[in-house]
């Protein structure tokens, strides 16, 4: 069955300090990868995609992404983060085809200490 | 930038009522979506549009129903609101093809439904 799972329902970084969340996925085919990230009372901002080509994708606000086919994996990165980033984050696998669907992850929330 | 916009953004409804949310964007996409998103569930897919009069289920479909008549507006109906139902309710729309931004969703702000 198609699945995305997100290991971390809850997370807490001090700012400044690097971030990682996890999002690993379920899916026959090729897959299209997203991180979508929803403030509070908003609706999801796309964050960055992987659709092909090279693995590491950078996206808006200083995050990236690593798509690591072997492991099912597309990690979300940031090296420092900043307090703006306390939202909640969701992954995403989709065909990508006309008519395709995507599936997403139970999502993060990221807190963020001063 | 395109921009989605669902008309309600807070409802309260009683148990039995009829229920519209509506969802509009403006930028010719030919697919549109419903999600519902609850805490720790993530977003589940209710039902999506291919084109004006096109719908497909999604994965909760039940208690749902949709309306595409024109292209830019995507309804989604509650027949008979029940307490379950009590949700955030996010619409989406996707340009398809080969062009700049094709396959990827934006969101409108959300409309948040408590049924009483």
């Known amino acids: 069955a198609q699945s995305v799972t997100q290991p971390d329902i809850h997370i807490t970084v001090s700012e400044g300090a690097s971030l990682e969340l996890r999002c690993n996925y379920s899916y026959g085919a090729t897959p299209y990868l997203f991180w979508y990230v929803q403030s509070p009372g908003q609706g999801l901002q796309l964050l960055l995609k992987y659709f092909s080509g090279d693995t590491l994708v950078q996206g808006i606000k200083g995050f990236e992404a690593e798509f690591k086919r072997s492991q099912s994996s597309f990690n979300l990165r940031k090296p420092s983060v900043h307090w703006s980033d306390a939202a909640e984050y969701f992954c995403a696998v989709g065909a990508g085809n006309q008519g395709g669907k995507l599936i997403f992850g139970q999502g993060t929330e990221l807190s963020v200490k001063p | 930038d395109v921009k989605v916009t669902q008309s309600s953004r807070y409802l309260v409804k009683r148990t039995g009522e009829k229920v519209f949310l509506e969802c509009v964007q403006d930028m010719d996409h030919e697919n549109m979506f419903w999600y519902r998103q609850d805490p720790g569930l993530g977003l589940r897919l209710i039902y999506f549009?291919?084109?004006?009069?096109?719908?497909e289920k999604g994965d909760i479909p039940e208690g749902y129903s949709v309306s595409r008549e024109k292209k830019e507006r995507f309804s989604l109906i509650l027949e008979s609101a029940s307490t379950n139902q009590t949700s955030m309710y996010l619409c989406?729309?996707?340009?398809?093809?080969?062009?700049?931004?094709?396959?990827?969703?934006?969101f409108g702000a959300g409309s948040r439904l408590t049924v009483l």
């Open positions: 989406a729309s996707r340009r398809t093809g080969g062009v700049p931004g094709a396959n990827v969703l934006t």
């Open positions: 549009s291919y084109d004006v009069k096109m719908k």
